[in-house]
């Protein structure tokens, strides 16, 4: 079943065109991978997803993006209720100058969801989810950012499924982690789709083929390519598409 | 020649440049240990107890300060209490809400003037509006109001720049929470711009409690024999008392009137020195 459909979406910053007449669809529980060069829309794309674009002064947004079948384009879209659903993990780990338990604790508490017995159990699940719970469980207290960027950005991951996402909108989660940390990320990932739909930007091509099951390949604002991501890999139907993995240009 | 090699010697013009800018130091630092010592020195015999409680007696040449040290105090509280909701709020609105457009900036650009406007006009501003229109009467309510309003651009520019000093990501990584914007505003930008506000708080403070211009026709009194009672009296405050007694009554120790000028330097310092531990120690803190 297709949790996210995605048609005919365009998006123009000002007069600028972002995305162009972009139609995809995504099932549940699985890992998308978008690809491109950078500037190619795919930040934009993801970004559309839990409309954070609208931060942004002048952006318009035409198309539809239905989320378990209903319109988030529509305007009369709660925007909360939206981005509890649709969570985003960012480029660079961004915990807040709190405590690990804070961070965890920062949307519940405002959301109401939980009840003050509760919080214990919910940093432990959370933590238990990124793998963080046996090196953490002492350290409950400590600034978030002492920890080493790969410890924060599972806690950003911790931080987010504390709000009970569907889906989770990861945008180069990785780009700021050495190779190791890429790698374990990218297990946790594995481990998360089982409770979680995933699309993931990267820049990283090798991690497109790693962690995903269908990859979309975009260019200058278009969704060039979409498929499964071994076809994508191993045939490519598009020119541009053979060019950019086989490193041509990108 | 000689004026070439000289120009393009560079020990030489180091030394010169490092002279030059060295004795300019010295002579900002100069005038303020001078102001400093003088008022010790000729201030530090009045300052005693009896000074500080005491009512002033035989025509304020004896007794104490003490009335309008209280005016002072109840100056500053009232004047926190108008501008610094308004203030914040409005400094709010213009950093996290308000659209960039012509009409934002131009606002930013008046406040940012306001601060330039001599403190005599707001005084006379506050004259016209609060004392006379709105028949406050020279009162300490319509003296808290025209400090307040001499005061709001430094506390909307303090609490702007606390503001946009908090990272632009805590917004965003909050709103991707399904965290509302207020509550965004709330609970991930203000906590961490809370010790710049309270820098410009202190230094409101600090500049309302020093300032004669705006409460000499608003609410200070030449003499009063006894302590203000409500909001609508008028009350005696430091810089307007010392004011009085170095031009108005005759025959007034000096000791008197420099030990007014330490109490009066005193309380504005301490508040200074306090805004500058505050920020030192957030800067520390922070480390985004």
Redesign the interface.
């Known amino acids: 079943m297709a949790i996210v459909e995605v048609q005919n979406l365009n998006l123009a910053y000002g007069d600028f065109p972002a995305l162009k007449n972009v139609n995809v669809h995504m099932e549940k529980n699985t890992i998308t991978a978008l690809i491109g060069p950078s500037g190619c829309g795919k930040s934009t794309f993801l970004r559309a997803l839990n409309r954070m674009n609208d931060l942004i002064e002048g952006v318009k947004t035409t198309g539809n993006i239905l989320i378990d079948k209903e319109d988030i384009l529509d305007a009369k879209t709660d925007l909360v209720s939206l981005r509890k659903k649709v969570g985003m993990v960012f480029q660079r780990p961004n915990p807040f100058p709190l405590t690990i338990m804070e961070n965890i604790l920062f949307a519940p508490k405002i959301h109401q969801t939980a009840q003050k017995a509760e919080y214990a159990v919910i940093v432990e699940e959370c933590l238990r989810a990124v793998l963080l719970w046996d090196v953490l469980k002492d350290k409950l207290h400590k600034n978030a950012l002492q920890l080493s960027l790969e410890q924060q950005q599972r806690l950003c991951i911790a931080r987010l499924l504390a709000v009970k996402p569907e889906i989770l909108l990861m945008d180069e989660p990785c780009s700021a982690l050495d190779p190791i940390a890429t790698e374990r990320i990218e297990e946790l990932m594995w481990m998360l789709k089982a409770n979680y739909t995933i699309v993931i930007v990267t820049h990283n091509m090798q991690q497109a083929a790693r962690v995903s099951e269908h990859t979309g390949f975009m260019l200058l604002g278009e969704l060039i390519e979409f498929g499964r991501t071994k076809d994508i890999f191993t045939y490519p139907q598009d020119q541009r598409t053979n060019d950019y993995i086989t490193g041509r240009f990108g | 020649m000689i004026r070439e090699t000289f120009k393009h010697n560079p020990y030489r013009t180091e030394k010169i440049a490092h002279a030059l800018l060295f004795s300019a130091t010295v002579l900002v630092v100069l005038p303020v240990i001078f102001i400093l010592w003088v008022i010790i020195q000729k201030g530090w015999s009045a300052l005693s107890w009896e000074f500080l409680t005491a009512m002033p007696r035989n025509g304020m040449r004896e007794g104490g300060i003490f009335p309008a040290i209280v005016g002072t105090v109840y100056l500053v509280v009232g004047t926190l209490i108008f501008s610094l909701p308004l203030g914040v709020f409005a400094a709010i609105y213009l950093t996290e809400y308000a ?2 457009n012509m009409l934002t900036r131009l606002v930013k650009l008046a406040i940012i003037n306001l601060a330039g406007v001599p403190s005599v006009v707001y005084g006379l501003f506050g004259l016209g509006i609060f004392v006379m229109f709105l028949k406050f009467g020279s009162s300490i309510l319509a003296g808290s109001l025209t400090l307040a309003i001499m005061v709001l651009p430094i506390i909307i520019t303090t609490t702007r720049e606390a503001l946009d000093s908090v ?1 632009q ?2 917004r ?9 914007k207020w ?1 965004t505003i709330r ?2 930008v203000l906590p ?1 711009a809370l010790p710049g506000i309270l820098t410009g708080v202190i230094l409101a403070v600090s500049r309302a409690a020093g300032e004669t211009a705006p409460i000499l026709f608003t609410v200070a009194a030449f003499y009063l024999p006894h302590l203000p009672e409500s909001i609508f009296d008028q009350a005696m405050a430091l810089p307007y008392h010392l004011y009085v007694m170095s031009t108005q009554v005759p025959n007034v120790e000096v000791s008197v009137r420099y030990g007014t000028a330490l109490v009066l330097l005193i309380m504005v310092l301490s508040m200074n020195i306090l805004a500058m531990v505050v920020r030192a120690r957030f800067r520390k ?4």
Do not use: I
């Open positions: 659209k960039d990272p990501s805590f965003e990584v909050s709103l991707s929470l399904g965290v509302s509550q609970y991930a961490h803190r922070k480390k985004w």
